[in-house]
């Protein structure tokens, strides 16, 4: 049997626990929230350029003093200076509790201006954001000695992912920077993904778009499946790796449905990726960046939404629903690629003979708000309508789709050329 190697810290004395030894302090800057706090004495009004919490300041004094001062702002409160909080300390009870006149005198000698306000906001924000996947991973670590490993796994990438967001914060910017980024896409034709289906192409203003949410909705057998991964196919012919999560059928089944229509060694040559052994959310979105890193994929498709799990069995089902649909808008918006989420709608349109309208999506409205693109399909006598019922930045409308049941395949209705119907 190996011997156990305790490493000890320089200084450290030989019967101090291992457990005290290995103590770190967690990473923070008091100098910098100091310097915020001073900064906002010496100009309330650099509140406004701030996207701090209360809780991401590490010192107890510091982060009841920032508390304090936004919810004087929001009450809307702007005459903020060392007299007003302080007698708001003395109100609340808190005064002597950050430290009385000393601490607030402190603070107002803590930065010279206010000037870099944003430089200090930015070390208290990394420093909170350390700490939180430190405290992450060691529940993680902790978990995992008692807890399922996929759930250990699925609850840390919900966290990380948490704190991945964190880190983002937004900044004004100038309409002019809005222009450089829509050139951008337009001089790049790969920013446009074809979905192989010309009359669908049209109606989106050339096909889908990275960053964009694709709905395509439906009743049992409407086909929603069938189009989801056609458009992956169309992917994975032009040499663009594609990821199909099926929840519905396993890999043998959407194999079957390939090679009913592609000659079977081509389709063992697609750059098409399965998975149909995930439910969790957290682990499907896990699988989605994996399948980015290794792959490449520039689509990914679920089959579908309301099959999908997430938080825990005694959450409302709708509520569940619109944390997956929530977790696939950001997921497009992080890979910056298209997410198509097949989803089932309710029997309103059944029951009352109509074309089906977004507000048949079952289970929960935050579809439709997460949703760039609303694709419905509806079942007609010779052919399938394509009810267009949301696009962020086009029309809506209905087209047309001709339905091969034995090659499993859409195609272009023949007569729809040019018959676009708008609502």
Sequence with gaps: MGQINTRRLPGSHSGASPILESFKLPPQDLDAERSVLGSIMLSVDCLDDLDLRADEFYGLANSTTFGIICGMWASGNRAIDSVTLANQLITLGKFQEVGGGTYLGDLMEAVPHAAHVKHYARIVRQ????????????????????????????????????????????????????????????????????????????????????????IVAGRPGSGKSILGGQIAETFARRGDPALIVSLEMDRGELAERYVAS???????????????????????????????RKHNIQLAVLDYLQLAEAGTKRTPREQQVAEVSRAMKRLAAELKIPIIAACQLNRGAEKENRLPKISDLRESGSIEQDADIVLILHKGEDRTHLVIGKQRNGETGIRDL?????????????NSAGDYQGF
């Design 127 to 214: 420093k909170a954001i350390q700490r939180g996947v430190i405290q992450a991973c060691t529940a993680a670590i902790e978990s995992a000695y008692t807890d399922d490993g996929d759930e250990v796994i699925a609850e840390l990438e919900r966290s990380l992912t948490a704190q991945r967001e964190a880190s983002t914060t937004g900044d004004l910017v100038h309409i002019s920077e809005g222009v450089d980024q829509l050139e951008e896409r337009e001089q790049n034709p790969a920013a446009i993904h074809k979905t192989g289906l010309a009359d669908i192409d049209y109606a989106l203003r050339g096909g889908l778009r990275s960053n964009q949410l694709i």
């Design 262 to 292: 592609i000659d079977r060694a081509a389709v063992r040559r697609l750059p098409l990726w399965l998975v149909d052994s995930a439910f969790d959310i957290s682990k499907i979105c896990g699988l989605i960046r994996l399948a980015k």
């Design 402 to 414: 001709a339905f091969d049941g034995a090659k499993f395949r859409f195609e272009n209705f023949v």
